[in-house]
């Protein structure tokens, strides 16, 4: 089944610096994958949904790149601020299940530095 | 935007007691899952539900779990008897369709401890 790895564990960046996290999955024919955002003692939250015909997708003040050739997927954090200090877990649907099943990255802890 | 309500936040058991952890869905969603994070490990699906039934389980889902939605009410999680592995965060997810491209809505987790 689908195996996604997601590096690195933890980030900390300093206030307005940009930051990198990767995912990269097995299965090719994933076709639609997700970023959550988990802040402390709240939910997953939607950050963003990628389609696989999107290479490169733009949030506020984050961008999604997806690299199917190396089936690689990453979110581009630009200008930290404190605000971004969470978890964020990459996920891909299983794609031989129709039952949205999620195989999700382990996570990476972000800690914005003033 | 949608939230999913996950009660208690924290529940602390003895091995071998039951437990029934609790699941508010988004108001009109129609499926629901639980999800299983071990401490340092990925989240891992364990169930989907819909129409009162388990659509698909993962060997993580022991014969000495449950999960139902009596009429409408909280999506529970039921583990009887608890064992010591146990111990995790469980979450409870919920969304308005099935299939790759939906997007699902998780709750914040229920922190097990099985002592």
């Known amino acids: 089944g689908e195996q996604v790895e997601q590096r690195p564990p933890h980030l900390s960046v300093r206030e307005g610096d940009s930051a990198v996290i990767i995912c990269t999955y097995t299965?090719?024919?994933?076709?639609?994958f997700f970023w959550y955002k988990q802040e402390p003692g709240a939910g997953l939250q939607l950050l963003m949904k990628v389609f696989s015909s999107t290479e490169i997708n733009e949030g506020q003040g984050f961008t999604v790149l997806l690299n199917k050739k190396d089936k690689q997927l990453s979110l581009n954090l630009t200008a930290a601020h404190p605000g971004d200090s969470a978890v964020y877990f990459c996920?891909?649907?299983?794609?031989?299940?129709?039952?949205?099943?999620?195989?999700f990255g382990i996570g990476t802890r972000v800690l914005v530095r003033p | 935007g949608p939230k999913v309500l996950q009660i208690p936040s924290h529940q602390i058991i003895d091995m071998g007691q039951m437990v029934t952890l609790n699941c508010d869905p988004v108001s009109n969603h129609l499926y629901f899952y639980w999800y299983k994070q071990i401490l340092g490990q990925q989240m891992e699906f364990l169930v989907n539900f819909y129409n009162g039934k388990v659509m698909e389980k993962s060997k993580l889902f022991k014969d000495q779990f449950s999960v139902e939605r009596p009429d409408g009410s909280y999506f529970t999680l039921k583990i009887q008897p608890t064992a010591l592995e146990d111990s995790a965060v469980y979450f409870c997810?919920?969304?308005?369709?099935?299939?790759?491209?939906?997007?699902?809505?998780f709750g914040s987790g229920t922190r097990l401890t099985v002592l």
């Open positions: 996920a891909v649907p299983q794609s031989c299940s129709a039952g949205n099943k999620l195989t």
């Open positions: 299965d090719p024919n994933s076709y639609y």
């Open positions: 997810a919920s969304s308005g369709g099935l299939g790759g491209a939906e997007t699902l809505y």
